[in-house]
């Protein structure tokens, strides 16, 4: 893309190809490619570049693109041409919006997917948290529960389980793995309890720059990194 200018820099046309670029003074460059930056600049044809576009997390693009001359006239080797974007703020209820679909999917993510540090005997293990785990350790406990129910020893209904990081327990009673399942079950607890406070906090915000002021990564439960092979 191109800026063609007089020489006081006033805008003459936006040339978005390079070929058949024709200047204030009704020169015609062939192919702009072919030709130094610098000869181009002097001839008051000026490449643009585009910075890329704004960070639009608490902001749209809007309208369209126009393009930043900075220098003088004078020194036409020195002037630059960038695109400015042109950006308008959210309202406050889309700032909201954005915020509590964040929080949600980070609750939600903790409730059916987050690992999580139990510990037995003074050992800590990492114990993978998604939906179908818990149900495996739900299944498990009714299971052994049952086999004791049929006269299964209770030194012998026990089972060994395997960690988010590839090791294993001791073998574990239903007992012991029921408590596995309720570790589980508070993270999920902290999770929503961290979640309303935080929905209350976007509902009270009053303007933009307070919901930009409210840190929604703090304070959730811990959810240990995955080590899975």
């Known amino acids: 893309?191109?800026?063609?200018t007089d020489k006081q820099l006033n805008p003459l046309r936006l040339v978005r190809s390079p070929i058949n670029?024709?200047?204030?003074?009704?020169?015609r460059i062939d192919n702009a490619t072919a030709w130094p930056v610098d000869t181009l600049k002097s001839m008051y044809?000026?490449?643009v570049t585009d910075p890329g576009k704004p960070d639009q997390t608490w902001q749209t693009v809007i309208g369209p693109q126009t393009i930043k001359l900075e220098g003088q006239a004078n020194?036409?080797?020195?002037?630059?041409?960038?695109?400015?974007?042109?950006v308008e703020p959210l309202s406050v209820e889309a700032g909201r919006s954005l915020l509590m679909s964040q929080i949600k999917n980070k609750r939600s993510d903790i409730e059916a997917r987050g690992s999580f540090i139990w510990s037995l005997d003074g050992q800590d293990y990492l114990i993978?948290?998604?939906?179908?785990?818990v149900t495996q350790m739900e299944r498990t406990r009714d299971l052994l529960n049952e086999m004791i129910n049929n006269g299964v020893p209770v030194g012998q209904a026990v089972m060994k389980w395997r960690t988010a990081d590839n090791q294993y327990t001791p073998p574990l009673t239903p007992s012991q793995i029921n408590t596995m399942a309720y570790a589980k079950g508070l993270q999920g607890i902290a999770g929503w309890q961290k979640y309303a406070a935080l929905e209350e906090e976007i509902d009270l915000a009053e303007d933009l720059p307070a919901l930009q002021d409210i840190d929604i990564n703090l304070g959730w439960p811990?959810?240990?990194?995955?080590?899975?092979?």
């Open 128 to 133: 993978q948290g998604d939906s179908s785990s």
């Open 45 to 47: 044809v000026f490449p």
């Open 1 to 4: 893309m191109y800026q063609v």
């Open 75 to 86: 020194k036409p080797l020195e002037v630059t041409a960038t695109i400015d974007y042109q």
């Open 21 to 27: 670029i024709i200047t204030h003074d009704n020169i």
């Open 222 to 229: 811990d959810v240990p990194d995955e080590v899975i092979t």
